[in-house]
Each structure stands twice: as C-alpha cells, then as structure tokens.
C-alpha cells in the first residue's frame, strides 16, 4: 500500500506544487536509509503536527489496494478536489508510520528496501508524473528483491 500510495501521490501532484513532490521524494529517500522504526518515521513529522486515528472529516484521501498476482497490485484513491498545501505528503508519511507499526522486522527490510529502489529510480530520471511510473514503479519495487 505504502508503495502505491506513494507513487499516485507523486502522480497527482500539479507541477506548481513540486516542492511537495520534493519533500515526499527526500522521505522516501532519507527513511529508506533508516532502520525503520516507528521512532525513525516521527524524525520525519513536521512540528506541529500529530496523527491520529479516527473517523475522517474534511479533505479525506481514501484508498483501496487491489491484488490482481504476486507481480501486480493496484490502488484505487479518492482524492479531495482541493487539498491543503501539505496534505499529501504528510498522509504519505502517516500511512508509512502506520504501516511501519504494523510490520515485524522482516517485512520493515522488505519495505526499506522497496522505498531504496523507487528512491533510486526516481533519482535517476524518472518523472513520477507519468502515468507508466505510477502504475509499473511500485510493482517493480516491490519485487525488486528477486530482480
């Protein structure tokens, strides 16, 4: 979820709002190289704000992630029309925490390794606008183990 999340954010972001597409890319790259606590993710929470669970009101981001096979998922999101100027990005890095908290230490290196490689890839030239990124870059990061 983490990894698809993470690209359709990066997706959507308008071009005159890269700064925000800035600050997820330097997450994923900086936590990747962290053991990936949940300690870890809060270094990455800006001051002022905390997360919570409950239930949503305002400009909600929901999504849906879909199995098809082993190489292949994909995620379903409904976006607010409008968004505050840093929704996105924090939401990227709340689901990440939660997730985090959720996973023993095998499957944090797995994802480590996974948010490594788009990093990466983003890094060397690919533009997290395009439509084929979105879709195919979180798939191969996620078996970019076994590559």
């Known amino acids: 979820m983490v990894l698809n999340f993470t690209a359709k954010i990066l997706f959507v972001i308008e071009k005159k709002h890269e700064y925000v597409s800035n600050e997820i890319l330097d997450f994923i790259k900086l936590v990747s190289k962290t053991e990936m606590s949940p300690k870890d993710i ?14 949503p009101t305002g400009k909600v981001i929901e999504g849906v992630l879909y199995f098809k096979d082993m190489k292949t998922r994909n995620l ?12 996105l990005s924090h939401s990227v890095i709340a689901l990440t ?15 480590k390794n996974s948010l490594q490689y788009m990093a990466d890839t983003y890094e060397n030239g690919v533009n997290p606008r395009e439509m084929r990124a979105m879709v195919n870059l979180p798939n191969e990061a996620f078996l970019s183990r076994y590559i």
């Open 42 to 55: 809060d270094r990455f929470i800006p001051p002022g704000i905390s997360f919570q669970e409950g239930i």
């Open 97 to 111: 925490k939660v997730t985090v908290e959720k996973l023993d230490g095998f499957h944090r290196e797995y994802l």
């Open 76 to 87: 379903m999101t409904k976006l607010p029309v409008t968004w505050f100027e840093y929704q």
